[in-house]
């Protein structure tokens, strides 16, 4: 499972998706260009030490990261998404595509994705934050794939039947 961020536009929301990547040991895909530098010190504020157990890989561009993602499925969070997110099953190799808090992203980014899942709000509300919204995704996936490590030392340590 990878999380990826179109273009953010916020450091210290990269700081909080640098800190959930070293927490649950997720690669995070940062694809450039962004509205500061990837060094900037806010990022690192948000992300504090953790900024050293995450899985950090840099895109120059779109193109780029189109290039050299590994295989997976590219699963955009959308709201203009046609897939319900409680109706998804997850993958493994998902790639959780985030876009940028102002703008979501561009036409040929969404039409690349292979998933476009909405998470649906009530009548009215317009969108989440792109850091909630990746959460509640990646806290489902991770069920369904069994993709936490506590899961897997379960798994690990269950007796055999
Ligand atoms: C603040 S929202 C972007 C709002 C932007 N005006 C738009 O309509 O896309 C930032 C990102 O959070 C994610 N997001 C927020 N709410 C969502 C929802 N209800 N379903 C799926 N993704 C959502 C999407 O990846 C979105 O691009």
């Given at each position: 499972m990878r999380v990826a961020l179109y273009q953010p536009d916020i450091p210290q929301n990269v700081g909080a998706f640098i800190r959930l990547s070293g927490c649950l040991d997720l690669a995070l895909d940062v694809i450039e260009p962004?509205?500061?530098?990837?060094?900037?010190r806010r990022i690192r504020r948000a992300a504090m030490d953790y900024y050293d157990l995450a899985r950090l890989v840099r895109h120059a561009s779109w193109q780029a990261f189109r290039r050299d993602r590994p295989a997976g499925r590219l699963v955009l969070l959308t709201?203009?998404?046609?897939?319900?997110f409680p109706n998804l099953v997850f993958r493994p190799d998902d790639i959780l595509l985030l876009g940028r808090?102002?703008?979501?992203?561009p036409a040929d980014v969404h039409d690349a994705a292979e998933v476009r899942l909405r998470i649906p709000l009530k009548p009215g509300a317009r969108s989440l934050n792109v850091a909630l919204a990746a959460s509640m995704v990646v806290s489902e996936a991770l069920r369904q794939t069994r993709g936490f490590h506590a899961q897997a030392d379960q798994h690990a340590h269950s007796p055999a039947r």
């Open positions: 962004c509205g500061f530098p990837v060094d900037d709201t203009a998404g046609d897939t319900i808090e102002s703008a979501g992203v």
